[in-house]
């Protein structure tokens, strides 16, 4: 698939020392263990400076729990930076194979089953969302992002997702039939609110709750929307990945 775009800002300054001293407020979203093996950490250290090409490659040749860290590194890069639609699609199918791949290995680990949900649920979106949930993949993205909420009720990237899949799935197909997909508008709001607790500094939570507020209550809460993302827009990004978050708000609220 050739070398991967560049980060489009300054890499953000993160070494090994830096690394461990942020680790809990970096992943308060994923609560991915602090590694001990030092390879993993430098996949890491990659991930959040903003080199995803890098941290993709030191976390698959560290293997175990790098493999998480490849894969975050992948997804982050393919959801914002991939300028080609063809490539974009390849890299989610890419990570979702590495991913569940990693949940057969490592059944327990939350985020195996997370990453595998966010790479299916990027490229159902890639493909349009009827499409995929005509061919099953609703249910697998439910059931793996179920899956690592109760493997971890913390996981505040889960619940994301999780809403965003409710949104999805109703402004797709409406809220009746959405039932059928196991889809609502109640559980949708209460999965944002709930990511938002966990993450009260997350650009990312803001930005999906908002567009997800308008896909499952209409343009009514337009206003309301634009608020959450005039607050992902004020805040103050702690890695590449929550800047990218920051600049998907500010095109969304300037649209």
């Keep these: ?31 991915e263990p ?3 093996d030092e390879a993993v950490l430098q996949a890491w250290v990659c991930y959040h400076a903003g080199d995803f090409e890098r941290a993709r490659d030191l976390g698959m040749a560290a293997g175990g729990a790098g ?5 975050k590194a992948q997804i982050a890069y393919a959801s914002y930076l991939e300028p080609s639609e063809t490539a974009r699609i390849a890299l989610f199918l890419q990570a979702a194979e590495r991913a569940e791949a990693l949940t057969a290995l490592q ?13 299916l649920g990027r490229y159902s979106q890639s493909i349009s969302v009827a499409k995929a949930l005509a061919m099953g993949m609703g249910s697998k993205v439910r059931a793996s992002l179920d899956t690592a909420v109760r493997l971890q009720p913390a996981h505040g990237e889960a619940h994301i997702v999780l809403g965003a899949f409710h949104a999805e799935v109703i402004d797709k197909v409406g809220s009746l039939l959405g039932r059928t997909q196991g889809a609502s508008v109640e559980a949708g709001l209460r999965h944002f609110r709930q990511a938002l607790k966990l993450m009260p500094d997350s650009a ?13 209550e209409g343009e009514k809460r337009l206003p309301e929307a634009d608020r959450l993302c005039a607050e992902a827009v004020a805040c103050t990004p702690a890695d590449a990945a929550e800047r990218l978050h920051v600049d998907r708000a500010r095109a969304e609220l300037n649209d």
Excluded: C
């Excluded at 680990?109 to 966010?118: I, K, Q, T, W």
């Excluded at 990312?204 to 499952?216: D, P, S």
């Design 34 to 36: 602090l590694p001990a």
């Design 107 to 119: 059944p327990a680990n939350a985020n195996a089953h997370y990453l595998l949900a966010s790479a």
């Design 204 to 216: 990312l939570a803001r930005l999906e709750f908002a567009k997800g507020l308008v896909m499952l």
């Design 67 to 71: 493999i998480t860290a490849a894969t």
């Design 1 to 31: 698939m050739g070398q991967w775009t560049g980060y489009p800002h300054p890499l953000f300054a993160f070494d090994l020392d830096t690394l461990r001293a942020q680790w809990l407020r970096l992943h308060q979203g994923d609560q």
